[in-house]
């Protein structure tokens, strides 16, 4: 639509607004085809016949042209007639001929209808009616108890000191990252009589299930002793329900070639490798306490740890903690060259299995996680009462490890222990957690208020009839279980 501004004065056919402009009284339209005639003041000017209908007009003095897609002085081709409105076949032809063609064809504003902003207008607003109702019918339903097939029911709010319930729902679902556990439970023939069900996600270490509760999509994951600490630093509510404690240590502090570190109190002036909000990172700061030792005794650089042994090797950093089989390999490409480890000295042998809070407020997920927590320590009380099986699905198939790689590994480890009492494990992540306040900045937290103590007592019950249990038989204290 023209603006205020742009009003035409001139219409689809070629005249002013009132009449065509008339010609001089006693002189007869110029027969010539429909050519133009030369304009002049108050003369009367006919169109030429190449010009399309509905194209400039012929304006008075003081008049406006209309905008047409091309500028006055543009040359005017041939183009179609529009349905509109028949074209004159010729003005004047006679007597009055001219007027009378004036009283034809006089100035008919034409107002040009773009239906398309309109048609999209009506769709959208037929779109948004349709979105509406549907948000309402979605939530008459959910107000009506309604849900869909396999959808759990609306669960009730569990405050945090509240008992755990005893009922779980079968349609109950958990997002777990807990690979090594998930095996086990596959091994043993456990998973599928789990009352619950369960997403499995390929996610462990603090960094990846740290980011995984932030965004929402994980609801427990298994862990060193550090990423809780780390979470609670960053904003992340979680809780520590399960714990364990290795028998031996996890880590060791591997040099690199020509290092010449025999133990902890030469450390000084050495480069180690560190990573933040991990276990070797905290690890680190601990050996260092045990030395009297600083940070600026030491070069720390940071690295994530899946790149220790290669800084080892690059001789990037001086040591380095190092477990499990990337150690004994490591041992075995570079001792011949002057590479070694050495023992720490400080304790490193907590996991836990740690989960979002805002899961616990759910209480089915809450009665879910709980009885997890029991499978959980009856599948690696099986994985180790059955080393070879283990070995061979595990170690050898899954991680692509060899039989003697995986049974180091066994042997590394020990005998899994579930303590029945969480003091001492409780004061050992304060300690740490004391330990990285202060050497980042943040602001110190009770270690206490992170362990659920409803689930302190399931790995030591577990455990405890578990000692002449069969590899499928269900725990003594899953009397809570409704497979």
Not at 458 to 476: C, K
Request: glycine share 10%; net charge positive.
């Amino acid at each position: 639509m023209l603006a205020p501004e742009q009003r035409i004065t001139t219409g689809c056919c070629w005249g002013s607004s009132a009449a065509l402009a008339r010609p001089s009284r006693g002189r007869r339209a110029p027969r010539d085809g429909g050519r133009r005639a030369t304009a002049g003041a108050g003369r009367w000017t006919a169109p030429s016949t190449g010009e399309r209908r509905g194209g400039m007009g012929v304006a008075r003095r003081g008049e406006t042209i209309p905008r047409t897609g091309r500028e006055p002085s543009a040359p005017r081709g041939p183009s179609r007639r529009l349905p509109s409105a028949p074209l004159p076949r010729r003005l004047g032809g006679g007597r009055g001929g001219a007027r009378a063609s004036a009283k034809r064809h006089r100035f008919q504003p034409r107002t040009e209808v773009h239906l398309r902003p309109f048609i999209d207008r009506i769709r959208s607003l037929a779109t948004f009616a349709a979105l509406s109702a549907l948000s309402a019918l979605s939530t008459l339903i959910a107000s009506s108890g309604c849900k869909r097939d396999g959808e759990a029911s609306a669960a009730a709010t569990l405050a945090p000191d509240a008992p755990i319930p005893a009922e779980i729902p079968r349609e109950t679902r958990l997002s777990i990252g807990d690979p090594t556990v998930q095996k086990q439970l596959q091994l043993s023939g456990d998973i599928d009589r789990l009352p619950f069900r369960v997403d499995w996600q390929n996610i462990s270490g603090g960094p990846q299930t740290i980011e995984a509760f932030r965004a929402g999509v994980l609801d427990a994951g298994a862990v060193g002793d550090t990423p809780p600490i780390h979470a609670t630093f960053t904003g992340v509510d979680v809780k520590i329900l399960t714990v364990q404690v290795r028998e031996k240590p996890i880590y060791e502090l591997a040099t690199a070639p020509g290092a010449q570190v025999a133990s902890i109190g030469d450390l000084r002036g050495k480069k180690i490798a560190y990573s933040p909000g991990q276990a070797q990172g905290a690890l680190v700061l601990r050996v260092l306490k045990k030395a009297g030792l600083s940070q600026k005794d030491v070069t720390l650089v940071q690295l994530g740890s899946t790149e220790f042994k290669e800084a080892l090797t690059s001789r990037q950093v001086d040591v380095a903690p190092l477990a499990g089989v990337t150690l004994m390999r490591y041992l075995n490409e570079y001792r011949a060259e002057g590479a070694s480890s050495i023992a720490h000295g400080v304790r490193d042998n907590l996991g836990f299995l740690h989960v979002r809070a805002e899961a616990l407020k759910d209480a089915h997920k809450a009665a879910a996680l709980y009885d997890y927590a029991k499978w959980r320590a009856r599948a690696q009380l099986w994985a180790y009462a059955h080393p070879e099986a283990w070995i061979e699905a595990y170690y050898v198939k899954d991680q692509g490890l060899s039989a003697k790689e995986g049974r180091f590994l066994i042997e590394a480890a020990g005998k899994p222990q579930v303590p029945r009492d969480w003091s001492e494990a409780i004061a050992l992540t304060q300690e740490t957690a004391d330990l990285l306040a202060e050497a980042s900045g943040q602001k110190r937290f009770e270690a206490r208020t992170i362990f659920d103590l409803r689930f302190q007592t399931i790995g030591a019950e577990v455990a405890g009839a578990a000692e002449g249990a069969g590899p499928t038989d269900r725990p003594a204290t899953a009397d809570r279980s409704t497979p």
